[in-house]
């Protein structure tokens, strides 16, 4: 049975058993190759390649403290795997010489270079060269700064000169007759009895002026003797700010997140300062304790507060904050420098919140910081406390900065700073918005803290009970109210600001 092909030619597959058959002579070639010892050597080539990717990837692993904390980026960047020259694979055991003669199963690969031939390529040579320059760098920096403390830094003057200063604001009042205690060491005693919101309306029928505040450009409140009492001091000269502040609100949030889910803290929790969660860290001297010691917290707040004071943006705030202190009340700051430098001598136990900060210590109020009418009597008397704002809220409507005795009431934006002296006077904030946030930074000094370092390191009650004692307190007191004085003498009148800068920053 044959067929027909396209190309016509008659096809049948029984012919194909008529084809003679053509035998093809092959050759048989014994050798000694083991082909067991080379299945032996690659697989023992694969575990020695596996461990050694197991010990690298187990050096590398970082422990952390906190599990949820975020690890800190290191100096150097990473090199990059794919810039790495790719590893030569493992060759197989040679043959043994009475096999020499058999033909080998493979081409036997080149001989590796040894380490003193290897040259890297370019790229990853500049990587290195850039990694070992950023080492030296940051080990120049650590030692620069090794000995330095936060009382060691100068302000920027030129800070004056890139913001324009608006035309101060004067108020008829004179600072000399806030309430002080009689030591005029903390604030006097009192009981305020309100612990809600004074709404904008409620203020201005009680005779409260509007200061309207564009939040960047300093302006500073004066009393009746010219004294800078309050400074509105703005935003630093840096377009990456607003960044800087929804980081470190972004941060405050997340603290606050984990409190109510770890049922630290309940929402709604009333304490006379507001609703807020207020979180606290740094050293503090008062209310019973015997000596001065850092803020307590129980471990979960602790370690909230610590993870707080590494984030970055929050320590910009405070340092600028310091440094508002500087620039605006130089011997005042000069006079936290001279004191606190040798309180934390004296108390190595003492942490410093902030390397970049003056003040000891610092509260961050997480989540609808708008506080009650309250006055921190703790706080130094003549000091001054700096706040930050953060969060989205319109401050034009609400989240006002008002104070009692100056009956001012000023618009406070988000990401703006200021400095009022909190422990004489009374203040608070205007309710904000319904679906707005506010969040704020604040730092102070307890009035306990420069008592201490003044009578000797030691309580009132300790030098009183030594012989003279009573004699020593009163010779540094003074008669009552020349301490007071003494202490307003510390702000700056806005003629003599100048002055005073050069008189503190560039004397020899």
Known sequence: MSRLTRSGVQFSPYELLSLPKTVRPFQVIQTNLSLDALLHDAVADDDRHAAAQDAASSSAEDEWEDFDDVPLKSALP???????????????????????????????????????????????????????????????????????????????????QTHREQEPHEVHFDLAEAP????????????????????????????????????????????????IIAILLGTPEDEEWPAVIADAVA?????????????????????????????????????????????????????LVRRLLRNKSIRRIAGFQSMGLALYAPKLYQYYCKVLRGLFQKHPNLIHTFSNSVFPALTLNCGDAVSFEHCDIFNLVHGLCPITSGGHFNHVLGGHLYLRQLRLIIQFPSGATVLIPSGCLDHGNTPIQTGETRYSVTQYAAGGLFRWAAYGYQSAKSLLAQPGGEDVKKGFDGVPGSRWKWGLDLFSKFDELDRDRVAVFQSP
């Open 78 to 160: 990473p090199t990059s795997e794919s810039t790495l020259p790719p590893t030569p694979p493992s060759p197989l055991t040679p043959l043994s010489p009475s096999s020499s003669a058999c033909p080998s199963p493979r081409p036997s690969p080149p001989p590796s270079p040894g380490p003193s031939s290897h040259k890297p390529c370019v790229s990853v040579q500049k990587a290195r060269d850039k990694q070992q320059a950023a080492l030296r760098r940051a080990r120049r920096r650590q030692r620069q700064h090794a000995n330095e403390t936060p009382y060691d830094k100068r302000p920027d003057l030129r800070y004056s």
């Open 180 to 227: 002080a205690a009689a030591g005029a060491w903390i604030g006097r005693r009192r009981t305020l009895t309100t612990r809600q919101l004074s709404t904008l309306p409620e203020l201005l029928d009680e005779g409260g002026e509007v200061v309207e505040w564009n939040g960047r450009d300093p302006k500073l409140i004066l009393d009746a003797e010219g004294r």
């Open 251 to 303: 941060a405050m949030k997340r603290a606050r997140r984990e409190a109510i889910q770890s049922r630290e803290w309940r929402v709604g929790t009333l304490h006379r300062r507001g609703t807020h969660l207020p979180l606290r860290g740094g050293a503090s001297f008062g209310g019973g304790q015997k000596q001065p010691g850092n803020l307590c917290h129980t471990p979960f707040m602790r370690r």
